[in-house]
């Protein structure tokens, strides 16, 4: 069964810390993604990555940083966490759009960030 | 650009009784569609999903979903809801440019409550 994993499912961190939120994919997929999602607004995209050591902004990228050195590894980085970072941090992969198919994404189960 | 908007943020529901839950989007290009599903403490899991070809689509669980290009919706249905059918569901859009990379959008979520 293909499986996008993400490392923790809870996390506890303290105001200023620099987090490490990881996801690794065994699909051999292009493109990779972090989301947050809250209460009421859904999904929201921080950054994805559509190759190796490719990077590009999402909607809400303030904050956040994001590391692909191998395909099947893809990083959120949170610099100096702050409290409005608690959040659910969804990772996602997909294919790449140019092979003209998009069977949506494939999810991991959530990394639940509290920041206090 | 793509938004995607549900009509409800929650819907209650009795056991056995049907269900539909709105959705419309706004795009200037074609676009293609997507269903996800998210139960409690779990990443979402992809329901269905519209490419091409008929309007209405079936999915996993015994939901359908019909595509109407005139009123850019995508509703989703399903004629009789058991209890396992609680959770939160996502409407998606993936626009079809090559400077998409094949990103979904994502509504804000609709909450469906079973109760016995």
């Known amino acids: 069964d293909v499986k996008v994993t993400q490392s923790s499912r809870y996390l506890v961190k303290r105001t200023g810390e620099k987090v490490f939120l990881e996801c690794v994919q065994d699909?051999?997929?292009?493109?990779m993604f972090w989301y947050r999602q809250d209460p009421g607004l859904g999904l929201r995209l921080i950054y994805f990555?559509?190759?190796?050591?490719?990077?590009e902004k999402g909607d809400i990228p303030e904050g956040y940083s994001v590391s692909r050195e191998k395909k099947e590894r893809f990083s959120l980085i949170l610099e100096s966490a702050s409290t409005n970072q608690t959040s659910m941090y969804l990772c996602?992969?997909?294919?790449?759009?140019?092979?003209?198919?998009?069977?949506?994404?494939?999810f991991g189960s959530g990394t639940r960030l509290t920041v206090v | 650009a793509q938004s995607v908007t549900q009509l409800d943020s929650q819907v209650p529901v009795f056991e056995e009784a049907p269900v539909e839950l709105r959705c419309n989007y706004s795009?200037?290009?074609?676009?293609?569609l997507f269903w996800y599903v998210q139960y409690p403490n779990q990443g979402l899991q992809l329901l269905l999903k519209?490419?091409?070809?008929?309007?209405l689509v079936k999915g996993i669980n015994g939901f359908e979903a019909e595509f109407n290009k005139s009123q850019t919706s995508f509703h989703l249905r399903k004629p009789s809801v058991h209890i396992s059918d609680t959770a939160e569901y996502f409407c998606?859009?993936?626009?079809?440019?090559?400077?998409?990379?094949?990103?979904?959008?994502f509504g804000a979520g609709t909450q469906v409550v079973v109760t016995p």
């Open positions: 996602a992969s997909s294919l790449s759009y140019m092979t003209g198919n998009n069977y949506g994404y494939t």
């Open positions: 795009s200037s290009v074609s676009v293609y």
């Open positions: 519209y490419l091409s070809g008929s309007t």
């Open positions: 998606a859009v993936s626009e079809l440019t090559t400077d998409s990379w094949g990103k979904l959008q």
């Open positions: 990555s559509y190759d190796v050591k490719m990077k």
């Open positions: 699909m051999d997929h292009e493109n």
